[in-house]
């Protein structure tokens, strides 16, 4: 098994105080590399840290639009500076979230924006996290032209607007949910994507996979998620492995 989780919290102090353990543990089951996502500014320097310390982790590093309250301009010009790190190969995680009816939209927007620029400075793909707009979001990559392509964490839009960002250079993140048989949308995209367009994740500490329900999700649940998408497409796990870990690697320009 190779494993590739293109989206896990493991720099995250208060989700991992046990964080050697739990990389040791999804190294047992076959992980090899994973991208660690940014939310504030406050956790980049814990993140770029553990990246640079441990083979085959990487940094994605970048203003979450769910916590605009704790961003701030400053926090933009740091992340255009640590950008040239050896370890960053994304900006991550942005995008917008409409999911709560109260949400600013236009400060989600300007911050989305603004980040999209850096990384098209610096040549980098981006992780992106949607909720309620994926149209809004895909026509923002348009009308930016943004060139980079990346990686939709926790896909939980349309075929239609998954085969609309793959059109631009995106990847289509499967996690925990797929393991739910209630995830019909989800399951169903997951089965009828390419396989050359999937990438997996746990997100860890979030997204508990089945059965976990109320525990904190684990990264070793990679395995997990690989199993329960080769068997809704009918693949061998391995070869999942393989071929959405080779997926990352060319997103990432790791190869
Ligand atoms: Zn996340």
Known sequence: ?????????????????DWAEQLAR??????SAMLLPGVTRRGWPGMLTMARQHQGLYAAPGLHPMYLARHSEADLAALDAIATEPQVLAIGEI?????????DRQAQQRLFEAQLLIARRHELPILLHVRKAHDQVLATLRRKHFPFGGIVH?????????????KLGFLIAVGGAVTWERSRK?????????LDCLTLETDAPDIPIAGQTGKRNLPEHILAIC???????GEAPAELARQTTANARRLLRLD
């Open 1 to 17: 098994m190779e494993l590739f989780d293109t989206h896990c919290h493991l720099d995250i102090d208060e989700c991992f105080p």
């Open 26 to 31: 999804a190294r047992a089951v076959g992980l």
């Open 95 to 103: 995008g917008l979230d409409y999911y709560h009816a109260n949400a």
């Open 154 to 166: 926790a896909y939980n839009g349309s075929l239609q607007q998954a085969e609309a960002f793959i």
């Open 186 to 194: 989800i399951r169903a995209t997951a089965q009828a994507l390419p």
């Open 227 to 233: 199993q329960a998408l080769a068997v809704l497409r």
